[in-house]
């Protein structure tokens, strides 16, 4: 059968997970954590299981629920979205992201992404009959080259995605960076993707720029943001995508046709979590920077070189002073010969640098970290 994809195969992030089972290593890889969500939250969703919350709920997300996320979005981000036109929950931020692409882009139109980038943006924009444009960041933080997106722009450029906090460098962007895309896209029909997942973890007091704090901005943006990450829990891919009405329209052409629905009971049971405990998402950055330090304490020992981490639960290590291999052939040794799983770079990219940096995940249990550090410390 002729590909539609001749160049994809199976994403990095699932390669390195069945590796780590396979040779029993401890696995840093893939992004999830390897602790349980609240057990309130358990409780509500076997609660609501058991209360026959089974059917077909809303195409665009239970009101309940929309009804939090536009709460959340005003607290958090000053913006008061209107839940039943602007708020839809889609079965994974990864469902929103290829919803939000195809119902923008078509056959002969140019997506801006920046590389390294999640690996679900560039087949979306494919299979759409788009082309990516792919931008690298710029070293050593990971920061986007506004003049170069300048020089990008043409007349079939049709989205920019960006991610922030960024996976897997854990850059964030600031307000500058948000202000210079509202003035690159002003006066143009180009729409923005933002692929917020990570927001609730931004560390050392740093603000989660997200584009819906932008007046300007958000009148043209698609945010994506995943209770996965949120919530520990991203087994139950449930995700939700705010825009304004004309971009949500659309969207939920998409969506109809792609989920239609995402389950109920989940749905029921994290709306009432959200209304019963929202310090939960308000403590996390906490949370998290104290994994951050704990991982970057134990491995201060190490020969790995680590990168600033000043957001999502990702760490990145130059792995330069251990190993000459290639970042592939490493974390391959790392995981079959010494028992821990990370993920390599160069996947992230259209045209893969000499780069030297593998990705730790560190949304692990303590003692999960410490069996890892004792091992990469010994290299
Ligand atoms: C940057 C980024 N976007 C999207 C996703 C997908 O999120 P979900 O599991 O909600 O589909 C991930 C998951 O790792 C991610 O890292």
Redesign the pocket.
């Known amino acids: 059968m002729r590909s539609k994809l001749p160049n994809i195969g199976t994403t990095i992030f699932t390669v390195m997970s069945t590796m780590a089972q396979e040779y029993g290593a401890i696995n840093l890889s893939q992004?999830f954590p390897d602790f349980d969500c609240p057990e309130r939250l358990r409780e509500l969703v076997a609660h609501y299981l058991n209360d026959r919350k089974n059917q077909y709920p809303p195409m665009v997300g239970i009101p309940a629920l929309r009804e939090q996320i536009a709460r959340k979005v005003q607290n958090l981000y000053g913006f008061s979205a209107d839940m039943d036109q602007e708020v839809t929950v889609t079965s994974?931020?990864?469902e929103a992201?290829f919803d939000a692409i195809h119902a923008t882009v078509s056959a002969g139109d140019e997506v801006i992404v920046f590389d390294p980038a999640?690996d679900?943006y560039d087949p979306a924009i494919s299979l759409a009959g788009a082309e990516a444009i792919h931008i690298p960041l710029q070293l050593p933080d990971f920061s986007i080259d506004w003049d170069r997106v300048r020089a990008c722009i043409t007349t079939r450029t049709r989205l920019i995605v960006i991610?922030t906090p960024h996976?897997p460098s854990g850059a964030v962007l600031n307000k500058a960076d948000i202000e210079t895309l509202a003035q690159i896209t002003r006066d143009t029909d180009i729409y923005v993707l933002s692929?917020e997942?990570y927001e609730h973890m931004v560390f050392d007091d740093g603000v989660h720029e997200s584009v819906l704090r932008h007046e300007e901005l958000r009148q043209r943006s698609f945010a994506v943001f995943?209770f996965?990450?949120t919530y520990h829990a991203?087994g139950w891919?449930l995700?939700y995508c705010v825009a304004p009405p004309s971009l949500t329209r659309e969207f939920r052409k998409v969506h109809q046709f792609v989920t239609f629905t995402s389950p109920s009971f989940i749905q029921y049971a994290i709306a009432d979590f959200m209304r019963e405990c929202p310090q939960h998402a308000i403590e996390l950055p906490h949370f998290y920077q104290e994994k951050r330090d704990t991982f970057c304490r134990l491995l201060a020992n190490s020969r790995f070189v680590l990168k600033p981490s000043r957001g999502t639960y990702f760490q990145l290590a130059d792995y330069s002073a251990v190993s000459d291999a290639t970042d592939m052939e490493f974390v391959k040794q790392l995981t079959q010969e010494k028992g821990v799983a990370a993920i390599p770079l160069s996947p992230f990219y259209k045209k893969a640098p000499d780069s030297t940096l593998i990705r730790f995940c560190f949304c692990k249990d303590d003692a999960t970290l410490e069996a890892a550090a004792h091992i990469l410390c010994a290299l």
């Open positions: 992004g994974g931020a990864t992201l999640y679900s991610n996976n692929d997942v995943s996965g990450k991203t891919k995700a």
